[in-house]
């Protein structure tokens, strides 16, 4: 089976996006793409976008052929300017101790109360994403490029009720690297991941079919319900096993920020996962006063292959503001681009497709 047959799977019979066919010919498509000859590798490569749901140009393109929407209107309220798209990241003055600052936005975040939520009312979380894709030959950048996005999320007081998603792009595609890039390799800048609306219920927005239990689903990083973040353990110690954290730093600051990004982590979570951060080997400041989307806190990160990812965290209140992914210039791109970033605002509102403080 190749690509077109494998996206023709997730087109056929299937009436929204999120469904278990979608999510099996994800995984074989990534396979397939992982070990293609190398003559064809310039065609599908690209760069994880999303620490949590980006996948590949291929496996993007087969969601974007089947997702449904089911009348996505734009929320009012203004657009967020987005994280820093590009260019050598800014250094604030000489870093203190990264377990000294993780240890006092623990001491923060685990006094710090949650905005409030009554029954009727939904728990909004959004993100402003700037995601890059690179079309590549061999080790050789032919095609890069910028995609801005805003993905809203709307969960009930009820998580057991349906949730919304809208998913929107942001202004138009900005190319950062045309080096002798093929039509293919420039189509693939549309076939992004998709936009619209998703509903689902306990957030469910990939359930395997209609008669699933979506509320009954096993732990799902990329998926979480508060329910689900109620069984990860409280002692930083039992964090850092490898069913949690681990002590490897990439992988824990990538999994910190794929849970944090479900923007329902409660305050004494967020402290017992910066507590068990402050001894995992690796992590460093990077910068005392990273900006994101206007929002500035320290960023703490670690280098892994090809770029080094940063967490963004506010270190008087404990909050999590973003996240980002900084080359290092082994694949094109000037070292010190900001490759991958988030920011995210939350807030209660009354209904779906409310923004809060409108």
Request: some cysteine.
């Amino acid at each position: 089976m190749n690509e077109l047959d494998m996206i023709g799977e997730v087109n056929a019979d299937e009436p929204r996006a999120g469904t278990p066919r979608l999510a099996t010919a994800r995984e074989r498509l990534m396979a397939t793409i992982a070990h293609e000859p190398p003559a064809l590798e310039h065609k599908r490569k690209h760069r994880k976008v999303r620490v949590a749901s980006w996948t590949t140009v291929g496996v993007a393109a087969a969601a974007a052929a089947v997702v449904a929407l089911v009348g996505a209107p734009t929320p009012s309220g203004p657009t967020p300017s987005g994280p820093t798209p590009s260019g050598p990241t800014p250094s604030g003055p000489a870093p203190v101790n990264a377990a000294f600052v993780l240890n006092q936005a623990a001491d923060q975040a685990i006094h710090q109360k949650d905005e409030p939520i009554h029954p009727g009312q939904y728990r909004y979380v959004s993100e402003h994403i700037s995601a890059v894709g690179m079309g590549l030959n061999g080790p050789k950048t032919v095609f890069a490029w910028r995609e801005h996005d805003v993905e809203t999320t709307w969960v009930p007081y009820d998580q057991s009720g349906t949730w919304t998603k809208d998913m929107r792009q942001v202004g138009p595609f900005e190319v950062l690297v045309d080096d002798g890039a093929t039509p293919q390799d420039k189509a693939a800048m549309t076939s992004h991941y998709p936009h619209g609306r998703l509903i689902g219920r306990c957030g469910d927005f990939f359930s395997p079919d209609k008669d699933s239990n979506p509320c009954g689903r096993p732990f799902d990083d990329k998926q979480l319900t508060s329910a689900m973040i109620a069984t990860i353990p409280r002692d930083p110690h039992k964090l850092l096993t490898d069913k949690y954290l681990g002590t490897n730093a990439g992988p824990a600051l990538s999994r910190t920020i794929t849970w944090l990004r479900s923007g329902l982590v409660p305050g004494d979570l967020r402290a017992a996962i910066y507590r068990a951060l402050a001894m995992v080997p690796g992590i460093e400041i990077t910068d005392n006063v990273a900006n994101l989307d206007g929002h500035r806190g320290v960023a703490f990160g670690a280098d892994t292959a090809g770029y080094r990812t940063d967490i963004v965290i506010d270190p008087a209140t404990g909050q999590y503001i973003g996240f980002r992914e900084v080359d290092d210039g082994t694949l094109g791109m000037p070292k010190g681009t900001v490759h991958d970033s988030s920011s995210m605002v939350t807030g209660v509102v009354d209904k779906v497709g409310q923004v809060p403080g409108h």
